[in-house]
């Protein structure tokens, strides 16, 4: 709701200012995926390659060009993996503290950003990064994070949790009935099929590399949210946040 707001005030309502922001946020989103192929030690080919595999993704292509919550849900979404990797790179904890403030513009832009939190959470216990779940860092930045979500659980607790009873009936499968193959498939043709070459490389990276040790948990991040997707059957979009982070790895 700030958003338009905020567009009225500096553009007015004309078209090309109803699509400005959006197509800012997806400008970053970008130039996040050419950073993290940077952190990772790409050159610029690499960085490049990261960069245009964005760009030649129908889905943030699609997102991009409207005035809602999603282009912003997923520059949020990039912008956390971002600092993660930078964090793991860097061992630097204080880094939770901006993850935190990340993760609370992202929960009041979508509430699915606690499906990245609670990836995180699992990458972290299944890798030695677990180490940084004894760090006060992460739990400040989880406090910041808490602090945005707070005025929305509290809109819940006095409109009887609605958003509990959306989650049921979306779980149900009848929201959005399709398949484990079809879900996949749709994975595959909403972000180009020639990009299949980049991001499956990039999960092998994270996943199975020795050099992509130190990043392990972003990949176990995207199989638990592939996983749980597939499972709830959700939209096929819901995951497109999570493959800039691939094609960064796949490119390098």
């Known amino acids: 709701a700030l958003i338009p707001a905020l567009t009225r005030w500096l553009l007015g309502e004309a078209l090309v200012a109803l699509h400005f922001f959006p197509a800012l946020a997806g400008a970053l989103l970008v130039l996040l995926t050419g950073l993290m192929a940077r952190e990772l030690g790409g050159g610029r080919f690499a960085q490049v390659l990261a960069a245009l595999a964005v760009i030649a993704a129908p889905v943030y292509l699609g997102a991009d060009s409207l005035l809602t919550m999603d282009p912003f849900d997923q520059l949020w979404w990039v912008m956390a993996a971002y600092i993660v990797l930078r964090l793991f790179k860097q061992d630097s904890p204080k880094l939770w503290l901006l993850f935190g403030l990340v993760a609370g513009l992202g929960l009041m832009t979508k509430i ?14 299944l890798t030695p990064s677990r180490k940084y779940l004894a760090s006060k860092w992460l739990w400040l930045g989880g406090l910041i994070a808490l602090m945005f979500l707070l005025p ?16 049921k ?10 398949t484990p193959i079809e879900f996949l498939l749709q994975q595959i043709l909403i972000l ?16 199975f590399s020795k050099e992509g040790k130190p990043y392990r948990p972003l990949g176990i991040i995207y199989a638990e949210l592939y ?7 959700a939209k096929n979009y819901f995951l497109a946040p ?7 790895a796949g490119a390098y």
């Open 152 to 167: 929305y659980i509290g809109w819940e607790i006095r409109s009887g949790w609605p958003t509990l009873g959306f989650w």
């Open 227 to 233: 996983l749980m997707f597939m499972a709830i059957r």
């Open 192 to 207: 180009n099929p020639w990009n299949l070459t980049v991001w499956l490389p990039g999960l092998g990276y994270y996943l």
């Open 112 to 125: 699915t950003m606690l499906f990245f939190g609670f990836a995180l959470v699992v990458g972290l216990l």
């Open 169 to 178: 009936v979306y779980a149900s499968s009848k929201t959005y009935p399709v």
């Open 242 to 248: 999570a493959y800039p982070m691939l094609f960064a």
